[in-house]
T-cell receptor
Framework: GQQLNQSPQSMFIQEGEDVSMNCTSS?????WLWYKQDPGEGPVLLIA?????ELTSNGRLTAQFGITRKDSFLNISASIPSDVGIYFC??????????FGQGTRLTINP | DTGVSQNPRHKITKRGQNVTFRCDPI?????LYWYRQTLGQGPEFLTY????????KSRLLSDRFSAERPKGSFSTLEIQRTEQGDSAMYLC?????????????FGPGTRLTVL
């Protein structure tokens, strides 16, 4: 099925470092969502973006809706151990179904 | 807890058996979605309801799969004659569709293992 191109696939960083990940698509989306998923659990919504060019923060997280509506990025500042997990971008187009990226697995060395 | 709930959390079954999962959405959310997630992949859309009407079904949803949302509240997803390829995490999400926004909130999922 259709998927977004999410990168990087995995990241290994030191505690305290900043993190950046992004998603690109050949299709236009009206909404971009970023989720975090822990093992054995469902995705938890982190940030929702509704307008092209929108920049939104949620604590140490910042995300932007690309001006072309075909991309989005997520930044995490000053990473802490509880940031470990898999981060997914998801786009919502004209249909109501979310299209997900492949995920970015974040590992933090204390 | 007023989030999306799913039951059971885990289900182990033998090939050929039928299984049914339940999802209780966030109260007053009018849309309910089912997704399937296999290991190392992002969730993939299966189907969604607006109130009690099933409005879209993915080609992933074979004729062995059926979903219902009677009375527009909770939903069930049934898989008949399970196959080993059905092993996956089944995720439910709900949203309150309003204008152009349709932010979906996920439940904890049901992990299905078919032996």
């Amino acid at each position: 099925g259709q998927q977004l191109n999410q990168s990087p696939q995995s990241m290994f960083i030191q505690e305290g470092e900043d993190v950046s990940m992004n998603c690109t698509s050949s299709s236009i989306f009206n909404t971009w969502l970023w989720y975090k998923q822990d093992p054995g659990e469902g995705p938890v919504l982190l940030i929702a973006l509704y307008k092209a060019g929108e920049l939104t923060s949620n604590g140490r997280l910042t995300a932007q809706f690309g001006i072309t509506r075909k991309d989005s990025f997520l930044n995490i500042s000053a990473s802490i151990p509880s940031d470990v997990g898999i981060y997914f971008c998801a786009g919502l187009g004209g249909a109501q179904k979310l299209v997900f990226g492949q995920g970015t697995r974040l590992t933090i060395n204390p | 807890d007023t989030g999306v709930s799913q039951n059971p959390r885990h289900k182990i079954t033998k090939r050929g058996q039928n299984v049914t999962f339940r999802c209780d959405p966030i109260s007053e959310h009018n849309r309910l979605y089912w997704y399937r997630q296999t290991l190392g992949q992002g969730p993939e859309f299966l189907t969604y309801f607006q109130n009690e009407a099933q409005l879209e079904k993915s080609r992933l949803l074979s004729d062995r799969f059926s979903a219902e949302r009677p009375k527009g509240s909770f939903s069930t997803l049934e898989i008949q004659r399970t196959e080993q390829g059905d092993s996956a995490m089944y995720l439910c999400a709900s949203s309150l569709a309003s204008g152009l926004t349709d932010t979906q909130y996920f439940g904890p999922g049901t992990r299905l293992t078919v032996l």
